[in-house]
């Protein structure tokens, strides 16, 4: 069965660049879900998006951007790198509840390990 | 607002000894629960799911929890563990209605030959 694809799988930046992370969900899943996991911390919540918009927000710094694009795929744009953002970023997709009756769950990727140097 | 309380950082066991990885939540409307297993730079891997109905939940790989709403916890246990089971392992609670996690800080689980 298809999954979370996220890519690149590992990315290494220098302070003060940009990096692009992007996730494409599970086919028909219309939510999107990005986690930031620090080292040896939990996975914190960052943004989701739902049918292309925002759908919520958490702790996520005013130098990330993120979209959901027309084809349900998302990406998430860091500017300015700080050390501290170094950490593995997952990507979770799942079917809102609306349409999905009750058992289901958020799907995740194998997440994105963006070290910062 | 939810949160999620693991409440031991690391839980060292025999093989084949009975494991309970405990988790605790805070919430003031109906959630749904899960625990995640992570193996070292891993993704995660839903082990099993509370949405409703039967409040004891089997999952995968012999584990199952019991949602107990008056405790408000939902403990995991296994009554055999394998060295293979050494991971870190995440309780999450969402909201019902919703699957924006928010995690607790992890157990990790060590199995000792």
């Known amino acids: 069965a298809a999954g979370v694809i996220q890519s690149p799988r590992h990315l290494i930046k220098e302070k003060r660049e940009t990096a692009t992370l992007k996730c494409y969900p599970i086919?028909?899943?219309?939510?999107v879900y990005w986690y930031q996991q620090g080292p040896g911390q939990d996975p914190q919540f960052l943004i989701s998006f739902y049918e292309k918009m925002q759908s919520d927000k958490g702790s996520i710094p005013d130098r990330f951007s993120a979209q959901q694009f027309s084809d349900y795929h998302s990406e998430l744009n860091m500017s300015s790198l700080e050390l501290g953002d170094s950490a593995l970023y997952f990507c979770?997709?799942?079917?809102?509840?609306?349409?999905?009756?009750?058992?289901?769950?958020?799907?995740f990727g194998q997440g994105t390990r963006l070290t910062v140097v | 607002a939810q949160s999620v309380t693991q409440l031991d950082s690391q839980v060292p066991v025999f093989e084949e000894a009975p494991v309970e990885l405990r988790c605790n939540y805070s919430s003031s409307v109906s959630v749904y629960l899960f625990w995640y297993v992570q193996y070292p730079n891993q993704g995660l891997q839903l082990l099993l799911k509370?949405?409703?109905?039967?409040?004891l939940v089997k999952g995968i790989n012999g584990f199952e929890a019991e949602f107990n709403k008056s405790q408000t916890s939902f403990h995991l246990r296994k009554p055999s563990v394998h060295i293979s089971d050494t991971a870190e392992y995440f309780c999450a609670v969402s909201r019902r209605g919703t699957y924006k996690y928010i995690f607790g800080t992890g157990t990790r689980l060590k199995v000792l030959a």
């Open positions: 979770a997709s799942s079917l809102s509840t609306l349409g999905s009756g009750l058992n289901t769950e958020a799907f």
């Open positions: 509370y949405l409703s109905g039967s409040t």
């Open positions: 086919p028909r899943h219309d939510t």
